[in-house]
């Protein structure tokens, strides 16, 4: 595995990925989550994507990562859904981990949707701390923080 700032000619790719990881929470969620809608051509030119590769170069995983005032935010964690479960997420959230701290960041933050219950989970396993919950009517958000190593 290998990971890589994601280049232009990504973007139909990491769309691709982002569709299939989130489809299964359409329903659940009464609409689609916003990374299915983002702008992955202005994130990537803006340097924010992450992707993780197999050996082979094919694309198991995306990581799209702002920095804010004080922290370095998650925006969105895609993970190939016939590779979820392997640890790929957490590879890529410990590399952004890494990153804030060599950006002199104190932490990382993310969010999730509340009805994605074993997202929430894995977070709180991997030692993130929720610190709010919030957003608009029927998209009621999670958000976690952690300190960067």
Request: glycine fraction near 10%; aromatic fraction near 6%; charge should be negative.
């Amino acid at each position: 595995m290998r990971t890589r700032t994601a280049a232009p000619e990504d973007g139909s790719a990491i769309g691709a990925l982002v569709e299939r990881a989130y489809a299964r929470y359409v329903e659940r969620m009464g609409r689609r989550p916003r990374p299915m809608d983002d702008d992955h051509a202005a994130e990537i030119a803006a340097g924010e994507v992450l992707l993780l590769e197999e050996d082979d170069g094919t694309l198991a995983g995306v990581l799209v990562r702002r920095v804010e005032p004080g922290h370095l935010l998650i925006h969105n964690v895609a993970v190939e859904p016939d590779r979820q479960g392997r640890g790929h997420g957490q590879t890529l959230l410990q590399y952004a981990e890494l990153e804030a701290a060599r950006m002199g960041l104190p932490e990382l933050r993310l969010y999730t949707h509340v009805t994605m219950t074993e997202n929430i989970a894995m977070y709180e396993r991997a030692g993130w701390t929720e610190y709010d919950r919030g957003g608009e009517p029927g998209f009621q958000r999670v958000f976690f923080r952690k300190p960067a190593r």
